[in-house]
């Protein structure tokens, strides 16, 4: 955890403010996440981002994969256990956020996808944290382009902060993808999203949705509440939920993303 001195006061907020404010409160203490895994990645000495991992699979990749780590992680966890699918034809790129300041901590530098400004109600988002970091995802599709990878054959994907970049970039961006995957995460700037007059995008790809219903740092309900917005534009999303799991992963979840990986992206 990156402030674990503000976990109690969650709970009494939960029950207090807004959608958007809650979502702030709750992941500026995610920090480490793939704790299914046990495996905690520290920060690297760049301030820029570095090469993403890239799990090769068993034969030609012929689909990818991009997923998105939380805030304070580094893509070698989720590549791991990628690597333990064991994929025949999905290559699977894990890449690290870039080293920034995170204000709510004081302005301490780590692994970050965007800012996180704020507690109060009148908390801004910060939109271009996210707008940047959805502008880099949007590179590494058009690499995995470059390299012979179909748009319709790339997921993009993250957990927690990752997972709201590519929620972001899948439904508010014109960069054509082949499904999204988001754990534990939620929509950020759902504003835009709730906005009947806004242009969404990919609204007819497959979505899988999974959360925790314990999860104390993204809440269930809030992650609940962004399947239904997804819904309004895009209405076969998939949401799964998993008792007693809180703001982590746990082998049934892994089964279910396996088993959504290879029913999107069939061989070919």
């Known amino acids: 955890m990156i402030l674990p001195s503000s976990t109690p006061k969650i709970a009494n907020l939960t029950h207090k403010l807004g959608f958007s404010i809650i979502v702030v409160i709750l992941i500026i203490v995610a920090g480490s996440t793939f704790e299914y895994k046990k495996r905690f990645m520290g920060a690297s000495s760049s301030h820029n981002m570095s090469p993403p991992v890239k799990v090769q699979p068993k034969e030609k990749a012929t689909a990818s994969l991009i997923f998105l780590h939380g805030l304070g992680d580094t893509g ?88 709201a970049v590519a929620l972001y970039t899948a439904f508010g961006t014109d960069t054509k993808v082949g499904g999204v995957l988001a754990l534990s995460t ?63 992963s746990c082998a049934s979840e892994m089964e279910d993303v396996k088993q959504f990986l290879q029913d999107v992206l069939k061989d070919s």
Not at 81 to 92: G, L, T, W
Not at 108 to 122: A, H, K, Q
């Open 76 to 163: 070698h966890g989720w590549a791991e256990q990628f690597r333990d699918f064991s994929f025949k034809h999905i290559r699977c790129v894990c890449p690290h956020a870039p080293q920034k300041p995170v204000s709510l901590n004081g302005g301490m530098i780590m692994p970050s996808w965007f800012d996180i400004r704020g507690l109060d109600p009148g908390s801004a988002e910060d939109e271009q944290g996210i707008k940047d970091s959805s502008r880099e995802l949007q590179q590494l599709i058009a690499k995995e382009i470059s390299d012979g990878i179909p748009a319709e054959r790339i997921i993009i994907g993250g957990f927690s902060q990752g997972g």
């Open 186 to 248: 939620w929509l950020p700037m759902n504003k835009y999203f709730t906005n009947p007059t806004n242009t969404k995008y990919n609204t007819n790809i497959p979505v899988l949705q999974c959360h925790g219903t314990s999860d104390p740092l993204v809440s269930f309900r809030w992650g609940h509440a962004t399947n239904e917005i997804i819904k309004t534009f895009n209405p076969t999303a998939q949401f799964k939920s998993y008792s007693n799991l809180g703001h982590s």
